[in-house]
């Protein structure tokens, strides 16, 4: 049972990995379509700086899990290189004991702060007037997602060897 849900979270990461990926490259068209609109047409652009920005964030925080589960994230690794065995694997359990907590506080937080937008109607304060809940949603997509990959992190560090 444990093993199905370890596959299924890494999948999920894996996924939230190619939708962070498609994101960035969306970001990146409509910035050369804003380019081209400005400089070659002399045309305005209202639209296209929100959808980067927002499509840009969203591929941050949804890109996230992918980035745990393949260990790409930037560490100090000074510790981790004087530790060995059961010291390194104590070790990386704190740390992700501790980003669990982190992600599963930033996921109540970024859930109520996205309800608030959802509920009082809160809009972007541009001409365009975009919905504020629609940009906060990957921010809570992309914590509750990182708060399982880290509990898979966490089932790994204490079966090793159980989910290779």
């Known amino acids: 049972m444990l093993r ?6 890494e999948r999920l990461s894996r996924g939230a990995g190619v939708l962070a990926a498609f994101l960035l490259i969306v970001a990146m ?4 379509q804003m380019i081209f609109m400005r400089y070659v047409f002399r045309a305005p652009t209202s639209w296209q700086t929100e959808v980067v920005v927002f499509s840009a964030t969203a591929a941050i925080f949804i890109g996230a899990p992918y980035v745990l589960l393949t260990r790409g994230h930037v560490g100090v690794e000074v510790i981790e290189l004087l530790l060995r065995g059961a010291a390194l694997r104590r070790l990386n359990l704190v740390a992700s004991v501790l980003g669990l907590a982190f992600c599963l506080v930033m996921a109540v937080a970024s859930a109520m702060y996205w309800y608030a937008a959802w509920d009082g109607g809160w809009t972007t304060p541009t001409i365009d007037a975009i919905s504020l809940w629609i940009p906060l949603a990957p921010m809570v997509l992309g914590f509750i997602l990182l708060s399982l990959q880290y509990l898979v992190e966490i089932l790994k560090i204490c079966s090793p060897g159980e989910y290779a």
């Open 29 to 32: 068209v409509v910035v050369c």
């Open 4 to 9: 199905c849900f370890v596959a299924a979270v």
